[in-house]
């Protein structure tokens, strides 16, 4: 008999949630963990039938690599791998995991901060928990990590996404928080060429790496001297992985702790992998020199790329370029997304939504970002700037392009603008 039971995730009391999961994973239930912005339909989740494996086991919500949202089963042995394998990096690092001090200020409901708590449990190291409230708030939060028995008493590891990582980068004692980490895991989102400077600026010990809720995190990681160094990659293949690129350029993935199916709404369940064994994702990426140690690029995704003018753009880059030469020039610009509406004669014309980190409405900043990008080829470049107050990312650091995508189109039916026009 399979048992289904919903996990209502409070990010309030993550300890108690967890808690709570060790002991229905005891009873060897599937549990489905349950986000506090998660609609109460999750909880009608039809019970699974006998085609599910044996649990206990996790499902897990994703809408990151795959493209678009779904649940993935994974049983409990593909965290225990997980964590083992991620062990023993740190290992060859010189860094002994049992004596770390895990810091997650991750959501628990998703594989980003379900992962550092599960890694500190297995190891037998020290997990802190920190709301994520405290990462906007540098001061508060170097203050109180620091009454912690464990500050600079042990190696300490830490979790996040670029978003968090730029916000803290900003502010002195978010910079000094940074610094007294002994590895920093960035992943679920690109890390922008400018912010990987800043970091290499001041001295911060990341570890860019790539994972997805499908692979029960990451599979590839840098390490924080190569990071220091210059190189630019998501790194090399964990121990057990393989890495291909499929004919158009698609990264798949092969491993021991890739999730067993995908679950539809009714309760049916959907395959992951081909017969082989390969889980295909939705990022395109290089390799490298694949034939010695594959180094991993992720260079954008499959579903983002536009045809612009008879181009194929990819907008993250551009996203990417244009952030840099915004830092270059000092302009107070938070966020940017670039996204494409339908045209008959481009194809797709670009269209940038900004947010800036003032709250005056000066247009001349506005012309200063179209005066950045006026030597971009005409393909790349945007023929709209729209003032976005509210542009950002999700909690877990990922754009939800089609949330925006949906906004602009919005936006198109309320002003009728020329494709040049500027929205202040």
């Not at 300890?15 to 229905?24: G, P």
């Not at 940038?352 to 247009?363: E, H, I, M, Q, Y």
Request: negative net charge; aromatic residues 6%; hydrophobic residues 40%.
């Amino acid at each position: 008999m399979h048992d289904l039971v919903a996990l209502p995730c409070d990010p309030a009391a993550p300890e108690s949630t967890a808690t709570a999961l060790l002991k229905l994973l005891q009873s060897r239930s599937w549990v489905r963990l349950v986000g506090p912005q998660e609609g109460a339909d999750v909880l009608g989740l039809q019970q699974p039938s006998a085609l599910w494996p044996e649990g206990p086991g996790l499902v897990l919500s994703t809408g990151g690599s795959s493209g678009g949202r779904s649940l993935c089963l994974h049983p409990l042995a593909n965290f225990e791998r997980s964590a083992e394998v991620c062990g023993r990096w740190l290992q060859r690092l010189g860094l002994d995991p049992e004596a770390c001090l895990v810091w997650n200020p991750l959501p628990f409901q998703h594989v980003s901060g379900l992962m550092p708590w599960w890694r500190a449990r297995q190891w037998g190291s020290r997990h802190g928990w920190l709301a994520s409230e405290l990462m906007k708030q540098p001061s508060v939060l170097l203050a109180q990590c620091r009454q912690h028995p464990g500050w600079r008493q042990r190696p300490m590891l830490l979790s996040l996404v670029p978003t968090q990582l730029r916000r803290l980068l900003a502010h002195p004692d978010g910079c000094n928080w940074l610094q007294a980490m002994d590895v920093i895991w960035v992943g679920g989102a690109a890390l922008p060429l400018d912010l990987a400077a800043l970091s290499r600026q001041a001295g911060l010990r990341l570890a860019p790496c790539y994972g997805a809720t499908e692979t029960a995190a990451m599979v590839t990681v840098q390490t924080p001297q190569a990071f220091l160094a210059g190189h630019r990659s998501c790194g090399q293949p964990l121990e057990g992985v393989r890495l291909r690129l499929d004919p158009d350029g698609a990264l798949a993935v092969h491993c021991d702790r890739l999730a067993v199916a995908r679950l539809d709404p009714s309760g049916g369940l959907q395959p992951l992998v081909d017969k082989e064994g390969w889980w295909r994702s939705g990022d395109l990426a290089t390799l490298g020199d694949a034939q010695v140690v594959p180094d991993l690029q992720v260079v954008g995704r499959c579903d983002g790329a536009l045809q612009s003018g008879g181009v194929t753009v990819f907008p993250e880059q551009l996203e990417d370029r244009l952030l840099g030469l915004v830092d270059q020039f000092e302009l107070p610009l938070s966020a940017v997304l670039i996204l494409g509406l339908p045209d008959p004669e481009w194809g797709a014309r670009l269209v940038a939504l900004v947010r800036w980190s003032t709250l005056d409405r000066d247009p001349a900043r506005m012309d200063a970002l179209r005066a950045l990008v006026s030597d971009w080829p005409a393909a790349e470049r945007p023929r709209r700037w729209v003032s976005c107050p509210d542009l950002e990312p999700s909690r877990a650091g990922k754009w939800d392009r089609q949330r925006w995508q949906t906004w602009l189109v919005s936006q198109q039916s309320d002003q009728q603008q020329g494709p040049d026009d500027d929205v202040v």
